[in-house]
């Protein structure tokens, strides 16, 4: 079985009201898990203040079979207004899909060098074919004075692994970020997923702030209106007003749905993008 839950800081206190973690116990849908899920989870949103570092990351607790605690957390002076975080709620039997994570880090004793930005990622069991895998943040360190510019990727995957990139490009200082990824065999049933991205309807060298765009399932069968995970595994957004980014869906059927990057406010968003999850 498999489910998907949200978190927003809103639901337990006003955007105006920031605070350096934000916390509630959410319950899982439907019936309880037999033991504890596995819950990789990534940001969709977040409104942060451009007068110190983006940092900010996701984290979840206290797991039980019907519900887990879920922060946001904000260090280093980051003012954090709102901020939202999914996860896909895996049942510990569920042994088609694996998961984990993995963090770049910027050397702290020679500031001008960075980790790698790849890393061969091998599966604890093998596939028998080379599987989906999908990639997106749940935690960001960037420096204020420049423009936030970051994105993962999944690449060279085979039945035994894959590569796991986190760049970015320019003139952006990346302090740490971390990448969750989530691989289930390419033919389950009852799965779509995709990886969407802003330029596909406008180039970034028009900065807006709305963009949408309808897409299909494909030959993907659902028996009823999927459940769908979405979380940010890029971004470009100008630095010179707050980091506003919020990705959605809407207009769930069986046969497809619609998707929305946003910013709002001052805030100049050159491009984003977002993996989407849908499963039933």
Not at 108 to 117: C, G, L, M
Not at 175 to 191: F, G, L, N, T, V
Not at 200 to 223: A, M, T
Request: with cysteine.
């Amino acid at each position: 079985m498999s489910t998907v839950s949200q978190f927003n800081t809103q639901t337990v206190r006003a955007w105006d009201d920031p605070q350096p973690d934000t916390f509630a116990q959410v319950n899982f849908p439907g019936r309880p898990f037999t033991a504890p899920p596995r819950l990789p989870h990534g940001i969709r949103q977040l409104d942060v203040v451009n007068n110190a570092n983006i940092c900010v990351k996701t984290a979840i607790e206290d797991v039980t079979q019907t519900s887990g605690v879920y922060h946001i957390t904000s260090w280093a002076g980051t003012t954090l207004y709102s901020g939202t975080v999914d996860s896909l709620n895996l049942a510990p039997a569920n042994l088609e899909f694996l998961t984990g994570e993995h963090m770049r880090i910027r050397c702290v004793h020679a500031p001008a060098k960075y980790a790698s930005a790849s890393t061969r990622i091998t599966f604890e069991r093998p596939f028998i074919t080379p599987p989906k895998v999908l990639v997106f943040f749940n935690y960001i360190d960037l420096d204020k004075n420049r423009n936030w510019r970051l994105k993962t990727t999944a690449t060279d995957i085979d039945a035994n692994g894959f590569t796991l990139n986190i760049e970015t490009w320019g003139d952006t200082i990346l302090y740490a970020a971390q990448a969750c990824w989530i691989a289930y065999p390419e033919d389950r049933a009852h799965i779509f997923s995709t990886s969407v991205n802003t330029v596909e309807v406008r180039p970034s060298s028009n900065p807006q702030l709305q963009q949408s765009k309808s897409i299909g399932f494909g030959d993907i069968e659902f028996w009823k209106r999927p459940n769908v995970f979405v979380a940010l595994n890029s971004f470009d957004i100008g630095c010179g007003a707050n980091f506003r980014l919020n990705a959605y869906v809407d207009n769930i059927s069986r046969k497809g749905l619609t998707w929305h990057i946003d910013a709002w406010g001052d805030t100049v968003l050159y491009s984003a993008g977002a993996t989407i999850i849908a499963v039933n």
